[in-house]
């Protein structure tokens, strides 16, 4: 069964989902944390993003809506420069 039938939504707001506000976010998250990450360090840095993704990964897996999916989905984008720039 597709994301889209299961949201009640059309593919193009499954894309959007998937695919643009998650690399939007990445994109304004790779600064704020890289400068995080320079100024307190990168372990707090880290742990801050990983809390990101445990919470929008356990919000992800309870959403049963389209409106529920685009939130966490964003939050779980903030992750990402834990593990780009982190290292």
Do not use: W
């Amino acid at each position: 069964m597709l994301l889209s039938d299961t949201c009640s939504v059309s593919v193009e707001q499954t894309n959007l989902t998937i695919y643009s506000s998650y690399m939007a976010a990445t994109i304004v998250a790779l600064v704020l944390i890289g400068d995080t990450a320079g100024v307190l360090g990168r372990r707090p840095a880290y742990v801050v993003t990983l809390g990101f993704f445990v919470t929008a990964n356990t919000r992800l897996s309870l959403a049963k809506s389209y409106s529920e999916l685009l939130g966490p989905r964003v939050l779980q984008a903030l992750r990402a420069p834990g593990t780009v720039l982190i290292r």
